[in-house]
């Protein structure tokens, strides 16, 4: 059984939304690499306000400025971090590439 998690997860793609659904029941907000919009920060804004965000971004320097720019714009939000390497394939670090571990 997987477990539940409250809060709104933030990623940045795809992947990442299908690596950890694939362990947790969860709902996550996809911030498109570093191009987050307006509307999505209001998403985020938002959902710290009723149920809380957690920040799961890429341990590189794409996902370090979108972490930073989210705990800027919307104060009190969780921070999940994993470490490159436990983050990486041959060419790639990213949260999709992380294990079960995560």
Do not use: W
Not at 2 to 25: A, C, M, N, P, S
Not at 59 to 86: F, M, W
Request: charged letters at 30%.
């Amino acid at each position: 059984m997987k477990k539940t998690i409250r809060e709104l997860i933030v990623v940045e793609g795809r992947h990442d939304t299908q690596r950890l659904q694939r362990f947790f029941d969860c709902d996550t907000v996809e911030t498109s690499g570093t191009g987050i919009t307006e509307e999505t920060l209001q998403m985020i804004q938002a959902a710290q306000k009723t149920r809380g965000v957690i920040i799961f971004t890429d341990p590189d320097s794409p996902g370090n400025r979108i972490r930073h720019l989210i705990n800027q714009t919307v104060p009190g939000c969780k921070n999940a971090y994993v470490q490159k390497e436990d983050a990486r394939t041959e060419k790639k670090v990213g949260v999709e590439h992380a294990e079960k571990a995560i």
